[in-house]
């Protein structure tokens, strides 16, 4: 009898430790190119054995390979975590040192962590959800969100602080892990998504209610309100604003955001020029009917805001960050509380539109009969 195919990719994931350690002690594969060299073969060897796994399955998603291959890289980036922070030594430290340098830093270390717990979670589910004939596509724009949203502040982020000048080989496969999540959003938004069956009386009594008589809605934009003000202000702050308020909550409150390593400054202007557009079209559908693109977009979102809060709250925090850097012990409330509420407001939304999503469905056509079905 063969094991689930979860359970297979799980095993297959335990691997990566053991290959880091044996390519760890071998003095010959710890130069720059080598190291890129043995990734790609390694990578070519989990994939031959992914195809032998689901070769008796008679039609596979693509994406099960994405989701496989990536399971081994959160292993790989948990074992990364672990030692940064000591409790374990003699696995990853060639790669740092002659891969990727910047592995080394506190957001580095906090991402780590979240591939190796969160992704690898997700992805175990995907799977079985997969092979199970489910549907996966709202765990799937979690992942995509989260993983583009680690990306898109990692590569810049590298290339505009302190380990812009010690770029190596290594540095360039985060390009495919960047793209293929792309790839993947491409196909999971091009998805029908599944609704629910409402009545055409319970999809007009919910959408003729105004902002102010759905108290949750109105709470949730709120919420969207302040993390729209946060993410300008802070913004204006990574851009060197000249206000005296700046000045103050960047050396008093949250020096982290001017740290060298370059991961926080380019993280607020993410949320200052791509967020900020979002949160403004989530207070948008929250206010008019029948936006069933919210739907997606929000477990997007949430996915994305939850890793970035994740690496930038605990870096500011984590003691691989210098001292001048991190938050000071006085203004820890203060500064946490604001960060966790700007994690919470796109979770809460997305939690909002998953569990009801009547308001977000297509308005009823005038004239529709009561007793008439309405399926999205």
């Not at 008796?56 to 990536?70: G, N």
């Not at 991402?111 to 199970?132: D, N, P, Q, T």
């Not at 009545?199 to 959408?207: C, G, K, L, N, S």
């Not at 870096?315 to 006085?330: E, I, N, Q």
Request: glycine share 6%; net charge positive.
């Amino acid at each position: 009898m063969r094991p689930p195919v979860e359970v297979s990719v799980f095993l297959l994931s335990l691997l990566a430790p053991g290959v880091l350690y044996t390519m760890n002690n071998i003095p010959a594969l710890q130069e720059p190119l080598p190291v890129l060299g043995m990734g790609m073969v390694v990578l070519g060897s989990v994939l031959l054995l992914l195809h032998l796994v689901v070769r008796h399955k008679t039609k596979v998603d693509p994406l099960f390979y994405v989701f496989a291959v990536f399971s081994f890289s959160c292993m790989v980036s948990l074992t990364n975590a672990l030692e940064q922070d000591g409790f374990i030594s003699g696995f990853i430290s060639f790669y740092v040192q002659m891969g990727e340098p910047h592995l080394s830093t506190a957001y580095a270390v906090m991402m780590s962590y979240w591939e190796g717990v969160v992704h690898f979670a997700l992805f175990l589910a995907i799977i079985h959800r997969m092979f199970k004939g489910k549907s996966y596509r709202s765990l799937g724009l979690l992942w995509v969100g989260s993983s583009i949203a680690h990306q898109v502040v990692l590569i810049p982020g590298v290339v505009i602080g302190k380990y812009g000048s010690n770029i190596r080989p290594g540095f360039w496969r985060n390009v495919p892990l960047f793209l293929v999540p792309l790839w993947a959003a491409s196909l999971l938004f091009s998805r029908p998504r599944v609704m629910p069956v409402a009545t055409a009386d319970r999809i007009a009594v919910e959408q003729n209610k105004s902002l102010l008589s759905r108290p949750v809605d109105l709470l949730l934009s709120l919420l969207l309100l302040g993390a729209m003000a946060f993410s300008v202000f802070r913004g204006f702050v990574v851009l060197d604003c000249p206000l005296d308020v700046s000045f103050t909550y960047i050396y008093q409150y949250e020096p982290y955001l001017k740290d060298p390593v370059g991961f926080p400054r380019f993280m607020m202007l993410v949320y200052l020029f791509y967020a900020l557009p979002l949160l403004t079209l989530f207070i948008y559908g929250l206010k008019t009917p029948g936006c069933r693109w919210m739907l997606d977009w929000t477990i997007f979102f949430a996915g994305a805001v939850a890793q970035a809060q994740w690496c930038h709250i605990g870096a500011s925090l984590h003691s691989r960050t210098p001292f001048t850097y991190r938050v000071p012990a006085d203004k820890w409330w203060p500064v946490i509380t604001l960060n966790v509420l700007l994690a919470a407001a796109p979770i809460l939304l997305a939690l909002r539109c998953h569990t009801n999503p009547v308001y977000f469905m297509k308005p009823v056509p005038k004239g529709q009969s009561n007793s008439e079905k309405k399926t999205n």
